[in-house]
């Protein structure tokens, strides 16, 4: 037998473009069936692997055009600050 299991989410009260959004999907779905489909989307992705090649990929075109030295503290890992470089180059 399965349970049904509840989460709460708050928005903060700077969110209003978000509860805007909320309010008129609701009309056409149910805000819960919203949710879980956006997690199934998230868990088809897999945003976060997606994102770790693109950092690999992007740090070793850069490496191969001499553009970017890799520091020998981090070793093989990217920096936080390598990431977000990257991603405000796109």
Known sequence: MSKQIKYTISFLPTD???LQFISAKKKAQSFSSYVRELIRRDMEKH???????????????????????????????????DKETIMNLF
């Open 16 to 18: 209003e473009d978000l």
């Open 47 to 81: 945003e976060l692997q997606d994102m770790e090649y693109i950092y690999e990929y992007v740090v070793t075109k850069l490496m191969e055009n001499g553009l970017f030295s890799q520091s020998t503290e981090s070793n093989d890992s990217i920096s936080d600050i």
